[in-house]
Nanobody
């Protein structure tokens, strides 16, 4: 059994910053790509940023230069530092991994956290 738990969301003024964190719990051997998605009201869920096991990153165009994704493999965590936030960044942010191998040999292909609300408003 594995679980992804996000933290760090909240209300922030335009131009402000937030740091999201996601911890993967369970008896974990390895994790493939880790990423952050977001879903605004009335819109489809979209990829915000992704990081491979070796640290290669990929960003959605509108967040490049403002958001930074990082991971701590030892702590089995992924973070999203969000700077210069805009009202259009308002959404529920979800942590995702596309592959988790447990020490027991179980493989979880696509895992999601419960989501954390980010609201950018004055």
């Amino acid at each position: 059994q594995v679980q992804l738990v996000e933290s760090g969301g909240g209300l922030v003024q335009p131009g402000g910053s937030l740091r999201l964190s996601c911890a993967v719990s369970g008896s974990i051997h390895s994790i493939n790509n880790m990423g952050w998605y977001r879903q605004a009201p009335g819109k489809e869920r979209e990829l915000v940023a992704r990081i491979s096991g070796s640290g290669t990153t990929d960003y959605e165009a509108s967040v490049k230069g403002r958001f930074t994704i990082s991971r701590d493999n030892a702590k089995k965590m992924v973070h999203l530092q969000m700077n210069s936030l805009k009202p259009e960044d308002t959404a529920v942010y979800y942590c995702n991994t596309d592959g988790i191998l447990t020490n027991g040999g179980d493989f979880y292909r696509n895992s999601w956290g419960q989501g954390t609300q980010v609201t950018v408003s004055s």
